[in-house]
Structure formats: C-alpha cells, structure tokens
C-alpha cells in the first residue's frame, strides 16, 4: 500500500492518504496534550504503545461484533485503516468516577458507578469539546437517532468487553473515550483509538494510574506505566 500526501495532523496522530480511495494510513506520534492542548510534551515511545494496544483492542472487538476502522498492521507506528469521516462527538463510559465527573458532581475519584455513564462531548477544539445531550446531538443534526443507538450499543459493548478482558490482566477500566466514523456507504464503525492516552486505566490492587493522568497530573513515571499496560496485555 502506497502511502500518499499527509490529509490531517492532530494532537496525537497523523493521517495519510494511500493509493486505495477507501483506506487511509495512521502514523502515531509520541507528541502529548492535555487540557485542550495547554499543556504540551512529550512521551517517548507512547506513538509505538498506542498503536499496538489500539489494533490489539480492535481486533478483539471486531470478533465481539463491533466493526472497527482496522485494517493491517503496517509497522511500530503505523496502521491501515478504513476511510471514514468522524462524527463529531466523543463518546465516554465510565465505570467509576474520575476526572471532569468527579469535579462536576463532587464525587471523589474511585466511587463506583451502579451502572456504566454514557456522555457525549461535541468535538469542536475551539469550544473545547462541551459535553452535549441526546437532544443536542440530534438537534444539531450530528447523527440521526439510529446512528446514535448504533453507537450506545457500541459504546456498551466495547465497555462490557474491555472491563472483563483487562480485569483478567489486573486493570480496571475507569472510563474511556471513544469515537466512530461513517464509511463511505454510511455504515457506523468504531474509529480513532483505544489507548492509555484515552482510557483511564488503574492496577486492580493498588489503583496505581497507569495512563494519561500521570502526564496530565505529573505524576512522573508516564512512560513506565505505558510500557506496563503494553507488557500486561501483549507480553512485550
Ligand atoms: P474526563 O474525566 O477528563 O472527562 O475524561 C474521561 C475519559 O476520556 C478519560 O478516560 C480520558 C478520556 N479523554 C480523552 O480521551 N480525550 C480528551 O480530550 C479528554 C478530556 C478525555
């Protein structure tokens, strides 16, 4: 596969063309951002871990039944994937309270949830990413009301899966972050990445962060704690 001219650069990825119309090429970097890209750096080696635990996760979930956007493991950073256009929303499940939750309802980080949160935030960097209703969603015409049950159902699936599969592998999932695409003949897929850059991963014993936070919160030990997720579900 051809890689051709460079079609996006975000925060934590690039995206190429390739000579195949319906597919493109993620290259993952080890650039990283929080708050809405206020505080930036660097992570050596999370460009390589991200990309191998987002197409290990997606190959599960494909036989779990959620079409994803993977195709074929190109090399350390780079992935083939199916073309989409992203809806612009992120989809976030939470198991247990952290982060913006915690902050919002006064819940102090590691309450149990009853039952997994659904929450939508409007992809938009300029508003920073503002956290949207059923209504707003379909309000603003961003998915019809079919796509978006599609992506609950997904979006729970993925959760079910992922809390059952990591605890096996002593994590606990806390929340996440995901996002979808439409190909080009409007089928909803899972897209963009599944990664300690976008869940919220804590060692089942100690509840030791081992994800983003400890960049975002500075923490220390960021790279050995991507390097720990990597060596607990792929062995490497
Ligand atoms: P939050 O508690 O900051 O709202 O984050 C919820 C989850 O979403 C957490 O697993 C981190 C992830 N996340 C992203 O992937 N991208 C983002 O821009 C933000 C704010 C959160």
């Known amino acids: 596969m051809e890689k051709r001219e460079q079609l996006y650069e975000g925060k934590a990825k690039k995206v190429f063309k390739t000579d195949d119309e319906n597919l493109y090429i993620v290259s993952y970097k080890d650039d990283a951002t929080a708050f809405n890209g206020l505080k930036k750096g660097s992570i050596t080696g999370k460009g390589v871990v991200n990309n191998r635990l987002s197409n290990h996760f997606m190959k599960l979930l494909e036989k779990e039944g959620v079409p994803t956007h993977y195709v074929e493991e190109l090399n350390d950073r780079e992935t083939l994937v199916k ?14 309270a952290a ?14 949830m009853k039952l997994p949160v659904i929450e939508y935030c409007y992809k938009d960097d300029e508003l920073g990413d503002p956290m949207i209703n059923e209504y707003h969603i379909m309000a603003m ?26 605890k096996d592998k002593k994590i606990e999932l806390v929340d996440f972050k995901i996002e979808f695409g439409r190909t080009s003949d409007g089928t909803i897929i ?25 960049f975002r919160r500075d923490l220390g030990g960021v790279e050995d704690a991507y390097a720990e997720v990597l060596r607990r579900l792929l062995g490497e």
């Not at 982060?99 to 102090?108: I, M, T």
């Not at 978006?148 to 729970?156: K, P, S």
């Not at 899972?190 to 400890?214: G, V």
Request: with cysteine; aromatic share 6%.
């Open 190 to 214: 899972l897209a963009d990445e599944i990664s300690p850059d976008t869940c919220r991963f804590w060692d089942s014993d100690t509840h030791e962060k081992l994800d983003k936070d400890r």
């Open 99 to 112: 982060g913006s939750l915690s902050k919002r309802l006064g819940l102090p980080e590691g309450t149990p």
């Open 141 to 166: 015409d961003i998915c019809t009301k079919e796509e978006l049950d599609t992506i609950a159902d997904y979006a729970l699936r993925v959760n079910a899966f992922l809390l059952d599969y990591l």
């Open 83 to 96: 073309k989409v256009k992203i809806v612009p929303l992120e989809v976030i499940v939470r198991n247990i």
